[in-house]
């Protein structure tokens, strides 16, 4: 199983570690891909003044963000730390990568892509430093994120998906950097989280985005822990029944719903 994850705003930063080293780095396809975002995002925020400049506002940073800038710029010579203890937002909390038993944090590490605006998708042991830069960024030379990802990922990621379930959790603006071919299209899943609330006798369903991110990571933990590989987005929504929750999969498509009530 291949599971697709966005990262998070909230990352953590190290105090100390080795620098950047992008030929360490898993997917080394992508490596000539992202050196060169790598370098148009530490000259963009190297040059920036004391109210962000350009920087800002390519990133869309408010005034109490403009750390990050300053974070940015030190790319290349800053700790690095592993993509596993790197990204600390409500998804990824609920998913607790450091408290998964072994058997199921090799599986984590072995299934898990994590994508990224600057990296374009990193495994949970390759070591990066702490950054600033979504995949909705549009940077002056290189352009939306989004789309300068997409050719290098489809070249490398058919390869990396192999033959079982790709499991998609990523949100929209990281699901438009790499949509899985026609090829893969029986064996992928999407998963959308609803809540579900009952007013004045009538059933009422919405995505909440807290409930979401919370969700997925809930579930993903439940697969890595159990060991589930099913192979269908049918077989999947067998698996996170059998785990206890919810599940809607209308007809054979891609998408699975999760209730929550």
Known sequence: MLVLLPPSEGKATAVRGRPLALDRLSLPA???????VLDELVRLCEGAGEDGGKAAEVLGLTPGLHGEIAKNARLRTAPTLPAADLYTGVLYDALGLATLDPAALRRA?????????????LRLTDRVPSYRCSMGVRLPGTGGLAGYWRPHLDDVLPEVAGRGLVLDLRSSAYAAAWKPPAALASRTATVRVLQVTVVAGVEKRSVVSHFNKATKGTLLRALLTEGADPKTPSAL????????????????????DVLLR
């Open 30 to 36: 992508l490596t000539d891909a992202r050196a060169a």
């Open 109 to 121: 590490r072995r299934s898990v892509l994590v994508f990224s605006g600057l990296w374009g998708a």
């Open 237 to 256: 929504a067998a698996a996170l029944r059998d785990l206890g929750f919810e599940v809607e999969h209308p007809g054979n498509g891609s998408q699975l």
